[in-house]
C-alpha cells in the first residue's frame, strides 16, 4: 500500500515528503450507510496532506467501527476512492440449547442487537460473554458457537449454538499447613462445600471465584478469633480438572503461634481526655484468656463511643500490639489520638429505582456535617448489605471540595423483595399443613414489612396479616401490629379454641444488646365445641372471653452466632398485664436463659436451657391461658402429655358421665424445664450437614385454680417432676434444618402420655 501510495503521487515535492493531496475523496460499494458517514469515520479531508500511516490509519478507523467486512483505500488521478463491502445486518437474534439461563437473560449478556450491523469479532466477543455467564452459574464446561443465517437485503439471522454441559462442582477441598485444627473442621467454617450424591439439598457446591474470597476471609477470622495472630492465606487455588467437570482447591496456610492476652494499657496523647477513665473499658480483654481480634474490636468500639460522648469526634483508637514470642503473649496499647479533623460534606446515594434515600441514609448514624468516622462507614455498608433490599451494595468515600471534607457515595441496585409462598409440610406433631403466604420486605419502598399468611392443618388453621416499621421517625425504634384469627382442634383435646386478636407493637433498644419490645393485645378467647367426655374443669370454662392487656418483652442477647451459636448467653423475660377492660385478669410471667458453650475447636457443643412460667389470677385462668408442654418442650412426653389431668374410666367418673371415659389435659399455672443438649459429628463427611446429639430434659408442669374435676376425687395438680434423655440426629438442608429425637422417659406418673420418636424443624439447638 505505501509503495503504491508513493508511485501515485501527483507532486514531485509531495512525494519527497512523503505526503499527498487529493482534490477529493470518493466513496463506493455502500448500500445503507451515507459517504459522509464514512468519509468521518477514514477521518481524511480533501486539500490537506496525507502521510501513508494517516491512510493505514484510515482503514484500520473503518474497520474497527464495525460497520465492515473488507475496506480498500486506493488513490486514483490525484483522487482517494474508498471501497467498502458493508457488513450485513442483524434480522433477529435466537438462542438455541440454553436450558438453565433463560433467553432474556442472555439477550442482558450481548452487545449485539438486531437492526445493527454484524461481525465476526462482535459475535466472538458475545459468545464469550454468554460463556462467562454460564461460568458465573457454575458451568465451565459450556461452550457457544455463533452461526448466521443469510437473508435477502443483505440480512442475517444470528443464531448462538449453546452446549451448557454439566454443573461444575467443586470435587474436593484440601488444606496443606494446618496443623492444630483439622481439614474436617476447616471446612465447617468456610462456606464451599464439597459435591456428594446429597449435593442437591446441601447447596454451596459449585465452584465461585468470589466465594473463594470469602472463604479465605472467614478462615483469617476464624484463626484470629482463636489466638492465631500470625495467621495467614498464603494461597488459595481451584484447578480445573481435566474433563472440566470439577474443581479442586487447594488452601495453602500459615497458622504461627496461638498466642494469650497479655498487659492491656490506655495512653493518651489528646489534650482532655484521661486514659485512666478509659481503663474499665478493657474489661473484655483483660485476664490473660486466648487472644480474639472480636474482643479487640469491641473495646476500641466502646473507647471511640466513649470519646465521643466526651466531645472527641475525631480521636482514632489505634491498637498499638507488642508480640512477646518467648510467651506467646500479645501486649495491647490503646493509644487515644487526635486524628485529623474531618467532616462528611455530603452523602451521596445512587442506583435506588425504587428504595427511598431515607431507607438508605438511615443506616448511617452520622449524617452531613457531622465528624467523619471510617468505622461507621463500614458498619453502615454492613446494615445496607442487611437489609436484603439490593443485590449489591456499595460505600465509597472520596475527598470534598477539601481535603478536610469527605463525600460518601453510596451505590446500591435493587432486587426483588416481595415473595409469593405456596406449600406444604409434614410434621409428627401437626401432621399434614398447607400454606400459603405473601411478604413483602419493603413495601412501597419504605423499607416495612408486609405480610399476609393463610395456613391450615389437620389440627390448626390461622390467618394473619402484619405490618412492621423498623425505623419509626428514622429512629432504632420498631413499630407494628399484627391481626390473626387461629383455631386448634388438636388431636388429644375433646374441644377446640379460637382466638381472634390485634397486637400493636414497639421496641426500642435498651442497651447494646438489650431490647425491649411493649405490645398492647386484645384477643377474643373461644373455647367450644366442647365433647360430652371432656373434663368437667374445661366445661366450666367454655365460652367467650375478651381480653385486654400489656405484653412486656425483653431480652438479653450475648450469642456469638444467632444462627448457630456456640459460645455465648441469651436471657428473656416476658411479662403479660391483663384487664386492661376485657374479662381476664390475670398476670403471666415466663422466663428463659439459656448458656452454649464448645470443646474440641467447636465440634462438640453444648447447651443448658432453664424456662419457668407462672400465672397469677384472683378470678382463676381457662386452659386457653394456662400453661402446657410436652412435645418439642419436653422430649420423651406427648404434646399436653404431662401435667394436671382429668382421667376417669367408664362407671368411675361423676354424674352426668358416669357412662362416659375422660381423659384431659388441663395444663398448669406453673412449670419449670431444665433442657440438656450436646451436639457432636458423627463422622459423616460435613459437608452434608448431619450431626448427632444427646440431651436430657427435668422439670415439672402443676397448679390449678379449680381441681373439682369429672373424676370422684379432686384432680392432683402437685408439683411432680419428670426426667427423660435420649439422643437427635440434625440434618440441615435448604429447605428446612431437621431435627429428628429418640427420648426415653425415665421419671414419669402413670397418667402421663409419652412420646419416643418426634421429629421437627429445627437447628442444632
Known amino acids: 500500500m505505501a509503495l503504491l501510495f508513493l508511485t501515485l503521487l501527483p507532486d514531485p515535492s509531495a512525494k519527497a515528503q512523503g505526503t499527498a493531496v487529493f482534490s477529493r475523496v470518493d466513496v463506493a460499494g455502500n448500500q445503507r450507510i451515507e459517504a459522509d458517514t464514512i468519509r468521518v469515520f477514514a477521518g481524511i479531508e480533501p486539500g490537506t496532506p496525507v502521510t501513508p500511516e494517516q491512510m493505514n490509519l484510515a482503514v484500520r478507523r473503518l474497520y474497527d467501527s464495525g460497520l465492515f467486512q473488507d475496506v480498500d483505500v486506493m488513490p486514483e488521478a490525484g483522487r482517494l476512492v474508498i471501497t467498502v463491502v458493508e457488513n450485513p445486518t442483524i434480522n433477529q437474534i435466537a438462542f438455541e440449547g440454553n436450558k438453565s439461563i433463560k433467553d432474556d ?240 460534606e455530603r452523602i451521596d446515594i445512587s442506583g435506588n429505582t425504587r428504595t427511598l434515600d431515607r431507607v438508605i441514609r438511615r443506616q448511617f448514624h452520622v449524617v452531613e456535617g457531622d465528624a467523619f468516622n471510617a468505622r461507621e462507614v463500614r458498619e453502615a455498608e454492613d446494615r445496607i448489605r442487611g437489609l436484603g433490599f439490593f443485590k449489591t451494595a456499595t460505600v465509597q468515600v472520596r475527598e470534598g471540595t477539601s481535603p478536610q471534607q469527605a463525600l460518601v457515595a453510596v451505590e446500591v441496585e435493587e432486587q426483588p423483595t416481595g415473595s409469593l409462598s405456596l406449600g406444604g409440610a409434614f410434621s409428627s406433631s401437626e401432621g399434614l399443613t398447607a400454606q400459603v403466604s405473601i411478604v413483602e420486605r419493603n413495601f412501597l419502598g419504605r423499607g416495612q414489612t408486609v405480610s399476609a399468611s393463610v395456613s391450615a392443618s389437620t389440627q390448626n388453621q390461622n390467618i394473619e396479616f402484619g405490618f412492621s416499621e423498623p425505623a419509626l421517625y428514622d429512629r432504632d425504634l420498631l413499630a407494628g401490629f399484627n391481626i390473626y384469627y387461629r383455631e386448634t382442634n388438636f388431636d388429644e383435646q375433646s374441644f377446640q379454641t379460637s382466638n381472634i386478636g390485634f397486637e400493636p407493637r414497639i421496641g426500642f433498644p435498651l442497651s447494646e444488646n438489650g431490647r425491649l419490645t411493649i405490645r398492647y393485645k386484645i384477643s377474643q378467647d373461644d373455647i367450644f365445641d366442647v365433647a360430652p367426655d371432656t373434663s368437667q374443669i374445661i366445661e366450666n370454662e367454655q365460652g367467650k372471653q375478651i381480653t385486654s392487656g400489656l405484653i412486656f418483652t425483653y431480652a438479653y442477647d450475648r450469642r456469638n452466632s444467632v444462627v448457630d451459636p456456640t459460645a455465648g448467653f441469651i436471657l428473656s423475660l416476658n411479662q403479660e398485664f391483663d384487664g386492661l377492660g376485657g374479662d381476664v385478669r390475670l398476670s403471666k410471667t415466663r422466663g428463659t436463659a439459656r448458656v452454649y458453650t464448645s470443646y474440641f475447636e467447636e465440634a462438640l457443643v453444648l447447651s443448658a436451657e432453664l424456662e419457668g412460667g407462672a400465672i397469677f389470677s384472683a378470678d382463676g385462668t381457662r386452659i386457653i391461658n394456662r400453661f402446657n408442654t410436652g412435645g418439642d418442650s419436653f422430649r420423651g412426653f406427648a404434646r399436653n402429655g404431662i401435667g ?61 385454680d379449680d381441681t373439682d374435676g369429672s373424676q370422684q376425687n379432686p384432680v392432683d395438680d402437685a408439683l411432680i417432676t419428670r426426667w427423660s434423655a435420649g439422643a437427635s440426629l440434625f440434618v440441615d438442608t435448604p429447605f428446612a434444618p431437621l431435627r429428628f429425637n429418640y427420648a426415653f422417659p425415665l421419671k414419669y406418673v402413670d397418667d402421663d402420655e409419652l412420646e419416643r420418636f418426634r421429629f421437627s424443624v429445627q437447628t442444632r439447638f
Open 644 to 704: 394436671p389431668r382429668d382421667k376417669c374410666d367408664i362407671g368411675q367418673c361423676k354424674s352426668p358421665q358416669e357412662d362416659l371415659e375422660v381423659n384431659e389435659a388441663l395444663g398448669g399455672n406453673f412449670f419449670g424445664v431444665l433442657r440438656l443438649d450436646a451436639s457432636f459429628p458423627i463422622g459423616v463427611p460435613e459437608q452434608y450437614g448431619i450431626y448427632g446429639g444427646l440431651f436430657s430434659d427435668f422439670g415439672s408442669l402443676w397448679g390449678l
Open 105 to 344: 437473560v442472555l439477550l442482558q449478556a450481548i452487545q449485539l442487537r438486531p437492526r445493527l450491523a454484524y461481525s465476526v469479532a462482535a459475535a466472538e466477543a458475545d459468545s464469550q460473554a454468554i460463556v462467562d455467564a454460564y461460568r458465573a452459574s457454575g458451568r465451565y464446561a459450556a461452550s457457544v458457537n455463533p452461526v448466521i443465517i443469510k437473508q435477502s437485503d443483505n440480512r442475517v439471522d444470528l443464531v448462538f449454538e449453546i452446549f451448557e454441559g454439566r454443573v461444575t462442582e467443586v470435587q474436593r477441598v484440601n488444606f496443606t499447613g494446618n496443623q492444630v485444627f483439622s481439614d474436617r473442621t476447616l471446612r465447617r467454617v468456610i462456606g464451599t462445600n464439597e459435591a456428594n450424591w446429597l449435593s442437591f439439598l446441601f447447596g454451596n457446591v459449585n465452584y465461585d471465584a468470589d466465594r473463594l474470597e470469602v472463604d479465605k476471609e472467614k478462615l483469617r477470622q476464624y484463626y484470629l478469633e482463636r489466638g492465631f495472630v500470625d495467621f495467614q492465606v498464603e494461597s488459595a487455588t481451584a484447578e480445573l480438572a481435566r474433563e472440566r467437570n470439577g474443581f479442586f482447591l487447594q488452601f495453602t496456610l500459615s497458622e504461627g503461634q496461638r498466642y494469650n492476652f497479655g498487659t492491656m494499657s490506655v495512653s493518651s496523647s489528646t489534650p482532655g481526655l484521661n486514659a485512666a477513665e478509659f481503663a474499665p473499658l478493657l474489661e473484655p480483654v483483660q485476664g490473660g484468656g486466648v487472644y480474639n481480634v472480636k474482643q479487640v474490636n469491641r473495646v476500641i468500639e466502646r473507647m471511640t463511643y466513649q470519646a465521643g460522648q466526651q466531645g472527641y469526634a475525631f480521636v482514632e483508637i489505634r491498637p498499638k500490639v507488642t508480640k512477646n514470642a518467648a510467651a506467646h503473649t500479645v501486649d495491647i496499647e490503646f493509644q487515644l489520638v487526635e486524628g485529623q479533623r474531618v467532616f462528611i
